[in-house]
């Protein structure tokens, strides 16, 4: 291991040390976690976190608001301590340096965009799985890990050898196209974390609004999102960026590339010029014009979610990864909790973390295909999210369902969530202003659990009940189980 000291960290992140020069041997990990001679990255700090890193005898602390007499303690307690004007510049070299001593040799692919990060991020993880790699993501269900604001994942990839027993050879890295820190944009943010990942494989799946407060346009977040090719295109002439080419903003990007990175596209070549490699036609998904895939090998049926397959498609075919591996991956592909799930049959209920206008939108129109009977929507406001983002979601709601014959439960979920998901008043009234302005007949209930009992009581075995929402609808299907255990008891 490359061993280097405060003095050295401190240039690498633009920061001020406070204490002595001392030898780093350690990880970058966070302050419940940290041993000895590790570092720890905070965005803030208090004089108890730094008594706490003191007894955990780390070798230094980099933060960028030392809170209090944080600095006091410690110097008081003989530790280091790095203040940086900017925390995103202590994770993402934090990142880079645990890459190249973990995971220096291993190919690397990143994925950003608004909609369908966490999908085609797993899927491409389990595509290389099942190809042979040992690979490492940092998506999960609830796409906890992406935002790369803390150490976390720079400590999982230094941990990796030890808790699986190989060495990473493949990772694929979910990047969040706009990240904040206290309703302020860490601008950059998804160019930054792109260039310490340094990929070979940049994956762009679509530009839309969502992070509203953060970025208040759609400007602001196409240049977020450009940010990450720019700086791919820079320093990786060798490497494949992979479009879609039905989203217009895309195709502008991909405008911008004259000769290097090469460009692989994906989509369904109908909205364009552009004739896409990978391709949705009649039968299933198409290399080249040549049938690929067939529909009934797909996980999934709907089209947002197959956008999301070839976006996986087009990036292990840019990898190299034989034909048969990656047809094998995506046919026996285990999708994300919450990523259109299918919780029951009778009635069909389906599940989806659908949380921004273009997710709400698609998600509904899927959702009304398969509907035999009468479409049952339980809609969960996003709570501390600012009236904006509900205002846009409230608004795609009543597009999404248009002219359909639909029963509407709404919630705040306020037995559920936590004080960072709690829907305030203004949030409440927002959305419920938009329905009847539009005059959406919906039901309010107050708990989860009451809008719930509300629609399954009421849907008959032939209807449909989509689950649509973000945090506050993360305990449905929990809930639910209790609820239809409840119900077959009093039968």
């Given at each position: 291991?490359?061993?280097?000291?405060?003095?050295?960290?401190?240039?690498?992140?633009?920061?001020?040390?406070?204490?002595?020069?001392?030898?780093?041997?350690?990880?970058?990990?966070?302050?419940?976690?940290?041993?000895?001679?590790?570092?720890?990255?905070?965005?803030?700090?208090d004089s108890k976190g730094v008594e706490i890193a003191h007894d955990r005898?780390?070798?230094?602390?980099?933060?960028?608001?030392?809170?209090?007499?944080?600095?006091?303690?410690?110097?008081?307690?003989?530790?280091?301590?790095?203040?940086?004007?900017?925390?995103?510049?202590?994770?993402?070299?934090?990142?880079?340096?645990?890459?190249?001593?973990?995971?220096?040799?291993?190919?690397?692919?990143?994925?950003?965009?608004?909609?369908?990060?966490?999908?085609?991020?797993?899927?491409?993880?389990?595509?290389?799985?099942?190809?042979?790699?040992?690979?490492?993501?940092?998506?999960?269900?609830?796409?906890?890990?992406?935002?790369?604001?803390?150490?976390?994942?720079?400590?999982?990839?230094?941990?990796?050898?030890?808790?699986?027993?190989?060495?990473?050879?493949?990772?694929?890295?979910?990047?969040?196209?706009?990240?904040?820190?206290?309703?302020?944009?860490?601008?950059?943010?998804?160019?930054?974390?792109?260039?310490?990942?340094?990929?070979?494989?940049?994956?762009?799946?679509?530009?839309?609004?969502?992070?509203?407060?953060?970025?208040?346009?759609?400007?602001?977040?196409?240049?977020?999102?450009?940010?990450?090719?720019?700086?791919?295109?820079?320093?990786?002439?060798?490497?494949?960026?992979?479009?879609?080419?039905?989203?217009?903003?895309?195709?502008?990007?991909?405008?911008?590339?004259?000769?290097?990175?090469?460009?692989?596209?994906?989509?369904?070549?109908?909205?364009?010029?552009?004739?896409?490699?990978?391709?949705?036609?009649?039968?299933?998904?198409?290399?080249?014009?040549?049938?690929?895939?067939?529909?009934?090998?797909?996980?999934?049926?709907?089209?947002?979610?197959?956008?999301?397959?070839?976006?996986?498609?087009?990036?292990?075919?840019?990898?190299?990864?034989?034909?048969?591996?990656?047809?094998?991956?995506?046919?026996?592909?285990?999708?994300?909790?919450?990523?259109?799930?299918?919780?029951?049959?009778?009635?069909?209920?389906?599940?989806?973390?659908?949380?921004?206008?273009?997710?709400?939108?698609?998600?509904?129109?899927?959702?009304?295909?398969?509907?035999?009977?009468?479409?049952?929507?339980?809609?969960?406001?996003?709570?501390?999210?600012?009236?904006?983002?509900?205002?846009?979601?409230?608004?795609?709601?009543?597009?999404?369902?248009?002219?359909?014959?639909?029963?509407?439960?709404?919630?705040?979920?306020?037995?559920?969530?936590?004080?960072?998901?709690?829907?305030?008043?203004?949030?409440?009234?927002?959305?419920?202003?938009?329905?009847?302005?539009?005059?959406?007949?919906?039901?309010?209930?107050?708990?989860?659990?009451?809008?719930?009992?509300?629609?399954?009581?009421?849907?008959?075995?032939?209807?449909?009940?989509?689950?649509?929402?973000?945090?506050?609808?993360?305990?449905?299907?929990?809930?639910?189980?209790?609820?239809?255990?409840?119900?077959?008891?009093?039968?």
């Amino acid at each position: 291991m490359k061993y280097f000291t405060t003095y050295d960290l401190a240039k690498k992140v633009n920061g001020k040390l406070v204490g002595t020069e001392k030898p780093i041997k350690g990880i970058f990990t966070f302050l419940n976690h940290s041993n000895p001679g590790d570092v720890v990255i905070r965005h803030w700090i208090d004089s108890k976190g730094v008594e706490i890193a003191h007894d955990r005898n780390v070798a230094c602390i980099v933060t960028q608001n030392p809170k209090g007499n944080a600095v006091k303690t410690a110097e008081k307690l003989g530790i280091p301590i790095i203040v940086t004007p900017k925390i995103e510049n202590a994770n993402a070299f934090a990142l880079e340096w645990s890459i190249e001593e973990f995971a220096k040799n291993a190919i690397r692919v990143v994925v950003t965009g608004t909609n369908g990060k966490s999908t085609t991020t797993h899927m491409i993880y389990q595509i290389l799985e099942n190809a042979g790699h040992n690979t490492y993501t940092n998506t999960d269900s609830k796409s906890e890990f992406n935002t790369l604001i803390d150490p976390v994942v720079s400590n999982q990839i230094s941990e990796f050898k030890e808790l699986n027993g190989k060495t990473i050879d493949a990772m694929v890295v979910e990047v969040s196209e706009v990240q904040g820190w206290m309703d302020k944009l860490m601008k950059n943010h998804a160019a930054l974390m792109t260039s310490s990942i340094n990929p070979d494989v940049l994956v762009l799946t679509n530009i839309s609004l969502d992070h509203i407060g953060l970025v208040n346009s759609i400007e602001e977040t196409y240049e977020e999102i450009y940010g990450t090719l720019k700086t791919f295109s820079d320093h990786n002439n060798e490497g494949y960026v992979i479009l879609n080419s039905d989203d217009p903003l895309l195709r502008k990007m991909g405008e911008t590339i004259t000769d290097k990175p090469k460009i692989l596209y994906y989509g369904t070549g109908t909205e364009n010029l552009i004739v896409p490699e990978v391709s949705l036609g009649s039968e299933g998904i198409y290399l080249n014009n040549n049938l690929f895939l067939k529909t009934e090998q797909l996980p999934f049926k709907s089209k947002h979610f197959i956008q999301n397959t070839m976006a996986a498609i087009c990036a292990c075919l840019a990898l190299d990864i034989d034909h048969d591996a990656i047809k094998t991956g995506i046919s026996s592909y285990k999708p994300l909790d919450r990523r259109f799930s299918v919780l029951s049959t009778n009635p069909l209920i389906i599940d989806d973390f659908a949380h921004n206008p273009d997710g709400i939108i698609a998600t509904i129109k899927s959702a009304s295909k398969m509907s035999n009977g009468t479409l049952y929507i339980v809609f969960a406001i996003r709570g501390s999210r600012g009236e904006t983002i509900n205002r846009l979601n409230a608004e795609a709601l009543v597009e999404g369902i248009g002219d359909r014959n639909i029963i509407l439960a709404v919630t705040s979920s306020t037995e559920v969530v936590d004080h960072l998901n709690t829907v305030n008043s203004s949030e409440k009234d927002v959305v419920l202003g938009i329905f009847k302005e539009n005059n959406l007949k919906y039901v309010f209930k107050e708990n989860l659990t009451d809008a719930l009992e509300y629609t399954i009581h009421k849907a008959a075995k032939n209807d449909t009940l989509l689950l649509i929402g973000a945090q506050g609808m993360d305990p449905a299907s929990e809930l639910l189980k209790s609820i239809i255990k409840d119900i077959d008891a009093d039968k």
